[in-house]
């Protein structure tokens, strides 16, 4: 019986592991598109909350929801409108937080008034992504960024 359930443990932390070697790649793909997408033919990129600006490969990816909610981590439609992740600066990523309610102001300057609600409303559904779902964004966001300039 013991062993049994040494080898359901086991597979399941191996679950666990592919999982969050999934979500880290697609953090990255992800990352580096919205990055470099948000810079212009010099590779410079405004922050997305104080509008500084530097190159894109040293800006972070902010999030306007925590990335603890799954239902928008990976939320980035700008044509839709809705736009969990941006362009930020490491003092205002870092430092100050994430500045959400500068970004929050920005989203809804930008995509129309009522952007960052709906988002919020959004980050608070519950949504699971398998492996494969999470594999198949990270090519996506992979394939963009090598069509990026």
């Known amino acids: 019986m013991r062993f049994a359930y040494r ?9 666990v592991v592919k999982k969050s070697k999934a979500k880290a790649k697609l953090d990255k793909a992800l990352s580096d598109y919205v990055r ?6 010099n590779g410079i990129a405004n922050c997305f909350t104080c509008l500084d600006r530097k190159s894109w490969k040293l ?3 902010g999030h306007f929801i925590t990335r603890a909610k799954m239902s ?18 490491k003092r ?7 500045q959400q309610y500068v970004f929050s ?3 809804d300057a930008i995509y129309g008034e009522g952007t960052a609600d ?10 699971k992504f398998s492996i494969a779902d999470l594999q198949e964004m990270t090519a996506h966001y992979n394939d963009l960024f090598r069509k990026l300039p």
């Open 118 to 127: 709906k988002i919020l409303r959004m980050s608070n559904e519950t949504v």
């Open 59 to 61: 800006m972070d990816c």
């Open 92 to 98: 205002c990523n870092g430092f100050l937080g994430g």
């Open 7 to 15: 080898v359901v443990n086991i597979q399941f932390l191996k679950m």
């Open 105 to 107: 102001k920005r989203l």
């Open 36 to 41: 470099k997408s948000s810079a212009d033919e």
């Open 72 to 89: 928008t981590r990976w939320l980035y439609k700008p044509s839709e409108g809705l736009v969990n992740v941006a362009c930020q600066c």
